[in-house]
Every structure is written in C-alpha cells, then in structure tokens.
C-alpha cells in the first residue's frame, strides 16, 4: 500500500479482554516499530522488529503484552487481560532500513472500559 | 540512559518564529529527526539532519546541530496558526530503533 495501514482505528474492549492491533507496513521496509502515546504524553518504544525477528523488545511494559511478524511485512500487537492503564493510541511505523525515515500509520485508539 | 529531553510547551505569536529544544544523550546517534503530530493525526516527518552537519535549512525550517552540547534545535521562521502542533525530536542509532522525545506542544496564536 501506499502508507503504513492500522487496523482497526478504534478499539473499545472490557476490562480483562484480549486484542489484537494490526499494522501493514510500506512493502519491502524491513524495520517496524510500535509505539504506544498515552493522552497527553510522548512517545513509549515497544518493540523493533528487523524483518521477522525482533532484537529489542525491551519497552513491552509487561508479559501481557507480545508482538509478532511474519513474512517480513504484516505485525500484530497482542495485549492480553487489557487493564485500564493500557488505553492508548498504539503508533505502528516502518522504515526502509534501521536508520532510515520512519513513515507511521494514524495509530489505533485503544480504549479500556 | 536513552532519554531525549524537550520542553513540554512554546507559545508563539503568529508571524513570529518559533525555536524548539532537543537534548540527546547518545553522542553514536547517526541521524536526527523532527515530526510533526497534528491533533487526530499520525506522525509526519519535516526534517531531518545527518550528523556531521551543524545546520540544514528546508524552506521555513531551520535545524542547528551541536553535537558537543548534544543539543538540537528546529527554528520555524513565520510561524502560521497551521504550525499549531506538537513537534517530536527523535534519534537514530545506525540500525537501532529511534528514540523520541517527549514532544513540545506549540501554540500559535493571532
């Protein structure tokens, strides 16, 4: 596609319900990033992903939280037992290379209730 | 640590320019880059500067590097009510992920 695609933009869940955030990179960028923007705050790393494999998984807040890749292109972002505090706007961005510009997608709106 | 700092709000009248702060902390960091985020919207990318550049001027926007200081600037000349936004500073790190700031809100206002 011409952009990076999110789905769905917006997502209200019960509170113990898991969801799954999808991302469509450009075709053929090899890095895919997650963010999470919580209201009124910057931007929190998530995950890297570097074609399928992610070396930096280091900003998941908690094991309730996994990502995958497949085929180098389409992520998924899984929250599982979604807690109050999870609600955010979940950033979905990739780039050519590592180092490259990061094109982001217009994010999913996540709402716990 | 890995933070890159900004201040949270600027307040500029229009036709005035605006300059917006970075601070980074990884002297390694290769490039770096300004978005801009529109309310409801996604990131766009403005700018950005190679780091063994001190200065790059697209049209309005001027961006100043000191890499001694670990200091970054984006001066925005004539700024228009559609600058209204908030601005994010962000480092990369060869082919690490990018690190962003905390995002400074700008006001403009007539």
């Known amino acids: 596609g011409a952009g990076v695609s999110q789905s769905p933009s917006n997502k209200v869940t019960e509170k113990g319900k898991d969801v799954e955030l999808r991302c469509d990179p450009i075709?053929?960028?090899?890095?895919l990033y997650w963010y999470r923007q919580s209201l009124g705050q910057g931007l929190e790393f998530l995950i890297y992903?570097?074609?399928?494999?992610?070396?930096?998984k280091s900003g998941l807040p908690s094991d309730r939280f996994s990502a995958e890749r497949t085929g180098g292109s389409v992520s998924t972002l899984t929250i599982q037992r979604t807690q109050q505090e999870d609600s955010a706007v979940y950033l979905c961005?990739?780039?050519?290379?590592?180092?490259?510009?990061?094109?982001f997608g217009q994010g999913t709106r996540l709402t716990v209730v | 640590g890995e933070d890159v700092e900004q201040s949270l709000f600027l307040s500029v009248r229009e036709g005035d320019s605006s300059v917006i702060n970075c601070t980074y902390t990884d002297s390694s960091s290769t490039y770096l880059y300004w978005y801009k985020q529109e309310p409801g919207a996604g990131l766009q990318l403005l700018t950005y500067i190679f780091s063994n550049m001190d200065m790059k001027q697209d049209q309005r926007l001027t961006v100043l590097l000191n890499k001694k200081d670990k200091h970054l600037s984006l001066r925005i000349a004539d700024t228009q009510t559609g600058d209204s936004a908030i601005y994010f500073c962000?480092?990369?790190?060869?082919?690490?992920?990018?690190?962003f700031g905390t995002g400074t809100r700008l006001q403009v206002f007539p």
């Open positions: 075709s053929g960028h090899t890095a």
């Open positions: 961005a990739s780039s050519l290379t590592g180092d490259t510009e990061a094109f």
């Open positions: 992903f570097q074609g399928n494999s992610a070396p930096d």
């Open positions: 962000a480092e990369s790190r060869g082919t690490d992920k990018l690190i």
